[in-house]
């Protein structure tokens, strides 16, 4: 079965340089176009190993782990652990797959670093750096109760005595995620967990709770009129993905995106949450469809 290779960039954060690990799986060929797919807060790239094997075929897909998650370095100062930050270390990314464009998949946190990539301002007559982007379950208003369900459980100490115990933990915590099999469960789980001394942890930095837990209505309420100015700045075709039974992305949200920027495609998913995994084969076809078209 096709693998992805590991790779990594220095990225520029306030204390100095970390490294961003990324999978590159390779293209049908050395100038295929690029799809970056980026994940929720706290998972990591090899979410994304069905859609990118799938779409392969055409695109070079590259999957980072976002700093403090996965491969990637943690960060001295968890106060850098904030989108603006994640959109600076993406802008270093493309920087070195040497490409001004490329097609974008994210998941939760991924779509709004997506959104914020898509918007930087650039000189007259440079192409967005985003072509077409597809937002899965998110947008620029997010429900606080959303935010408070997963302030409950990110960042709190958690360790397990096999890596079959930590995935049923997360199945519990994923819910919204819909229904897998056993099978495909294990391999949505088994890389976020990392194996010390007989004992399987969550792989990620507990620090990204800290700026999480700063957030309060006052704030959300800032960062949504932010997040919609820059949605609204967007031209470029976009997907919206909504799990019918959201809890972060409302019906009403989901509606307004198709009024307004770029106009969206909406398409809403039943029996699931917040948030589509994205492996099975009806909703590759969804990411593929829009892709192509």
């Known amino acids: 079965m096709t693998q992805p290779r590991l790779r990594f960039v220095n990225c520029l954060d306030a204390t100095g340089l970390h490294r961003m690990a990324y999978w590159d799986w390779a293209g049908p060929s050395a100038d295929a176009p690029v799809l970056v797919c980026v994940h929720g807060l706290s998972r990591q790239g090899r979410d994304f190993d069905a859609l990118a094997r799938a779409m392969s075929d055409r695109y070079r897909v590259v999957c980072p782990d976002v700093v403090g998650r996965g491969r990637s370095d943690w960060l001295r100062q968890p ?23 490329v097609d974008w998949v994210g998941t939760s946190m991924g779509g709004l670093i997506g959104l914020g990539l898509a918007a930087l301002p650039r000189p007259e007559g440079q192409p967005a750096p985003i072509r077409r982007l597809v937002l899965n379950d998110v947008g620029p208003a997010i429900r606080f109760e959303a935010l408070q369900r997963i302030g409950s459980y990110l960042g709190k100490p958690a360790s397990f005595a096999s890596l079959a115990e930590g995935a049923a933990y997360l199945r519990i915590i994923s819910e919204g995620f819909g229904r897998h099999s056993d099978d495909e469960w294990l391999a949505l789980s088994a890389p976020l967990f990392r194996e010390v001394d007989g004992v399987w942890k969550l792989h990620y930095d507990p620090a990204i709770a800290l700026p999480f837990a700063a957030v309060t209505p006052e704030i959300a309420a800032a960062g949504e009129a932010a997040l919609w100015a820059a949605y609204d700045a967007l031209r470029g075709p976009t997907l919206l993905i909504r799990g019918a039974q959201s809890d972060l992305l409302s019906a009403e949200t989901a509606q307004a995106m198709t009024q307004r920027g770029p106009r969206a495609r909406l398409v809403e998913l039943p029996g699931i949450g917040h948030a589509p995994t994205l492996i099975h084969a009806d909703q590759i076809a969804l990411v593929r469809d829009f892709l192509d078209s």
């Open 79 to 101: 106060s850098g652990y904030q989108i603006p930050a994640y959109v600076s270390d993406m802008v270093a990314l493309l920087a070195r797959l040497d490409v001004e464009q």
